[in-house]
């Protein structure tokens, strides 16, 4: 193992916090991952350390939620970062994150909301989507329903993250479906309803989504 990736898993188990905070921020001065995502970083831990960064990962959001950025931090940069974290747990078995994303639903989009600059720098958005692949994604047709449909005047591509929403919604089981959510199939219809989309733009959103599903010919027919 590379000996600056050895110096900081030791790090992260005697502090946490620190070491999270480092890697999230961009100081862990880890020579192997100079060059890597943060998404790569985690996936890297995870391999040896899981429970470990799941509890880092979800005692660092509970000492920063809702709290303005760190000292000597750009309002932008404290985005970026944000966005980045929230991509990088997007699909890892994490539980206690899961749980927590569920958990803290509002004052995480509180708190993330007016971060919002575009499309290219969303830290709510990157939250979302964590959330639509978490295992904790249960019961919560009706806030992708409202996203997709842009209820609250969402931006355009906030639909993507809604039906993604729908498209992993999860049973009581934490199971995901094994035939199409008949919410995804009325808020298809009511997305063309609703803002006029092209006929052809709507298939082809619609034959990707339901794509997924193995279904006979009779049934598709």
Partial sequence: MNESVKKWLDELTDSPSVAIQKLILGYAGVVAWSRSSLRESF???????????DDAVAGWLELHLMK??????????????????FSALA???????????????????SWLHPL???????????YLAALAWAETNQHLEGLWQGITLRTDCEPAYYTDIGLLGLRKIRDKHGELPSKVPMELLTTLIDLA????????SWLLTTRAILGGYRYS?????
């Fill in 43 to 53: 996936v890297e831990i995870y391999q040896t350390h899981a429970t470990a960064l």
């Fill in 116 to 126: 919002r600059i575009d499309e290219s720098l969303d830290p709510e958005a990157a």
């Fill in 91 to 109: 699909g890892l078995p994490l539980p206690q994150v899961a749980r927590y994303l569920r958990d803290h639903l509002r004052d995480i989009r």
């Fill in 217 to 221: 010919q009779d049934t598709w027919i």
């Fill in 68 to 85: 303005l950025p760190p000292e000597n931090t750009p309002t932008l940069v404290w985005a970026s970062h944000l966005q980045d974290l």
């Fill in 193 to 200: 309803d609703l803002f006029g989309v092209s006929q052809e």
